[in-house]
């Protein structure tokens, strides 16, 4: 995890403009929804010496955006960890926390163990900063067993299938999305957290709508089921 290009002087180097702008494509905290992105132009242009390697570092890689200041909003479900996908071709801004790997597979395992029910929990328990910083992503819990193929492909496939519907532009219903409810079995799964703790953190996160979603996870399905 890595922080986004700060360039010291936005009104300098960042600009918006239409199609005509010449400059490269600027990714910024604004741009994310969970599972996507709602990207608005912007670009940087006539870029110094070290920012342009700075940028040049960038370039060329796919690129897990997190959201860098936290939410604020007072729904107990809305996520403290916002976490989108940015094009090869822009480069993240200081308003993101990204993640690049050399397997495009990684960056969606990644990009579901993120955005889980129980990883924003963790989250939210460990840390008051606004701040969403690359030290306390490190710090997420990965239990090896995730990273096993039976989890880490099957979390990997239902985050690329969320992230289509995304760029559908789904509407939001009034229960989470049903492959975001999938993810989050997997991972609850995967971790080994017994059934009742399970539905501790549900409540925690889900509020008056516990219930209801805590009985959509189907805890103890076949993964199988889940990909097939």
Request: net charge neutral; hydrophobic share 40%; charged share 30%.
């Amino acid at each position: 995890m890595l922080y986004g290009l700060r360039t010291g002087n936005n009104k300098k180097y960042l600009f918006r403009s239409g199609p005509e702008e010449k400059g490269i494509p600027a990714f910024g905290g604004e741009d994310i929804v969970p599972f996507g992105s709602r990207w608005k132009p912007k670009y940087l242009v006539d870029l110094d010496e070290r920012l342009s390697a700075a940028a040049a570092e960038q370039i060329g890689k796919r690129k897990l955006a997190v959201q860098r200041i936290r939410t604020n909003s007072k729904d107990p479900w809305s996520r403290w960890l916002e976490v989108g996908l940015a094009s090869a071709e822009a480069v993240c801004l200081d308003s993101v926390t990204f993640l690049t790997a050399d397997e495009e597979e990684l960056l969606w395992f990644a990009l579901g163990l993120l955005s889980s029910t129980p990883m924003n929990q963790y989250h939210r328990l460990v840390t008051t900063d606004v701040n969403v910083k690359p030290t306390f992503l490190r710090r997420l819990p990965v239990p090896v067993r995730l990273l096993e193929d039976e989890y880490r492909l099957a979390i990997a496939d239902l985050a690329r299938t969320r992230a289509d519907e995304v760029a559908q532009a789904e509407p939001p219903g009034e229960q989470a999305p049903e492959r975001e409810r999938e993810i989050d079995r997997l991972v609850y799964e995967g971790i080994g957290i017994e059934p009742s703790v399970v539905r501790a953190v549900e409540a925690r996160h889900w509020g008056g709508r516990a219930n209801i979603e805590f009985s959509r996870l189907r805890l103890g399905g076949a993964t199988a089921a889940v990909v097939a």
